[in-house]
């Protein structure tokens, strides 16, 4: 995830997964350090210091407590109507198992949400990694809903995650919702 307080001033939040805690990456022009937050509470309390100007939410995979998490970004962009930008790299928005493959490993094409809770039950693929627990679809859809709700801007890089993510979501206003593919730039030749 990555925070702008203001012009130049960016601030990179990595979580770092092995050994739980947050990596903290401060660039302003030419300066840069870092440091590192251990708990969800001490970040959380950081950023309530911050002059927030932009939060560009890049992806939370592999993030401990997503659904803290989520809650909080939530309450975060309510109550201070910092500007919010979504890219759609995967489909965590959708459901943890973020390349949407189904208990059986193959792409599930998003089922009823029923399907989806019996998937969840089930399910050792390899989102299982960052979740031992159980996970309520439910839940996660709907904080993941609110948060695309309250967004400025919703950044997918093809026409088909843009499909993938409204049927996930038909009530999503699809006008927040930009398609701008990657750029790859041309390999050099040999």
């Not at 939040?13 to 805690?21: A, E, L, M």
């Not at 309390?45 to 939530?74: P, R």
């Not at 910092?82 to 890219?87: D, E, G, H, I, N």
């Not at 693929?125 to 695309?148: A, G, H, P």
Request: proline share 4%; aromatic share 14%.
């Amino acid at each position: 995830m990555v925070l702008v307080t203001k012009r130049l001033n960016t601030l990179l939040i990595r979580y770092d997964f092995y050994s739980n805690h947050f990596k903290i990456f401060h660039h302003y022009k030419k300066y840069t350090f870092s440091f590192k937050i251990d708990t969800l509470e001490e970040l959380q309390g950081f950023i309530s210091q911050l002059d927030l100007n932009e939060i560009f939410l890049n992806s939370l995979v592999s993030f401990k407590n997503c659904t803290h998490i989520l809650a909080y970004f939530n309450d975060l962009v309510e109550k201070t109507k910092v500007k919010l930008l979504l890219p759609i790299h995967d489909y965590y928005t959708i459901c943890p198992s973020y390349t949407l493959q189904n208990e059986e490993g193959k792409y599930c094409n998003i089922p009823s949400i029923e399907v989806c809770k019996s998937c969840m039950k089930n399910s050792t693929q390899e989102w299982r990694n960052f979740y031992k627990d159980d996970v309520d679809i439910v839940t996660w859809r709907k904080q993941w809903s609110e948060l695309m709700d309250k967004s400025d801007h919703i950044i997918c890089f093809s026409n088909a995650s843009k499909e993938i993510v409204l049927k996930a979501y038909p009530d999503l206003a699809s006008n927040k919702i930009e398609v701008i593919p990657h750029q790859v730039s041309p390999l050099a030749p040999e």
